[in-house]
């Protein structure tokens, strides 16, 4: 037999023994993998809470991922109070509401018809009167660093005041901004 047929065929010297057959852990879909894309992804496994441990039950190694933004990041840090973090919330919700398009209703039954367009008007004019209630909330001085960190998801480092050993003030002002939107707020 010549060398080409023994390639062709696989046998060469390190090429598996046949019978045993390998396979790659399944590489569950994570989205997509670039890096601008990956910013504030966390990985965690998925299934069940077990009651009593509070642990995720998760016997076939699934995992997941979820974003994370600077706001929960810092919560789970205790950098800022509960109070602070739901008023957050609320603006951040508030917020992405504005974002949103008028959404399609499945369950309802399709009708060939043009849309009544006041409809989508009244729909954006409520969310952004919503964010409007929110964000008088907001005293003056606070703006910056709650859009920051609130709004675009940004660490309080990005703001140029907050930068390196600036960083700790940062923290406290975002601490006391979110505590006194809270107070403002009613949380």
């Not at 790659?24 to 990956?38: E, V």
Request: glycine share 10%.
């Amino acid at each position: 037999m010549s060398r080409a047929v023994k390639l062709k065929r696989g046998t060469r010297d390190f090429a598996k023994p046949r019978g045993k057959v390998s396979l790659a852990q399944p590489r569950w879909d994570h989205g997509a993998s670039g890096p601008a894309n990956r910013i504030g992804l966390v990985a965690e496994d998925r299934g069940p809470r077990d009651v009593k441990t509070g642990k995720v039950i998760n016997p076939n190694g699934v995992k997941g991922v979820r974003r994370v933004d600077m706001l929960e990041i810092y919560h789970s840090r205790g950098w800022i109070s509960d109070r602070g973090y739901t008023a957050g919330e609320r603006l951040r919700d508030a917020w992405a509401a504005t974002q949103k398009s008028k959404g399609m209703d499945w369950s309802a039954e399709r009708v060939d018809s043009t849309p009544r367009p006041d409809a989508m008007i009244d729909i954006q004019v409520e969310r952004v009167s919503r964010l409007t209630r929110v964000t008088r909330c907001i005293q003056r001085g606070d703006e910056d660093i709650l859009w920051a960190v609130v709004g675009e998801g940004r660490s309080v480092g990005h703001l140029p005041r907050y930068r390196a050993q600036n960083h700790g003030a940062g923290r406290e002002h975002l601490y006391e901004a979110l505590d006194r939107l809270a107070d403002a707020m009613g949380c």
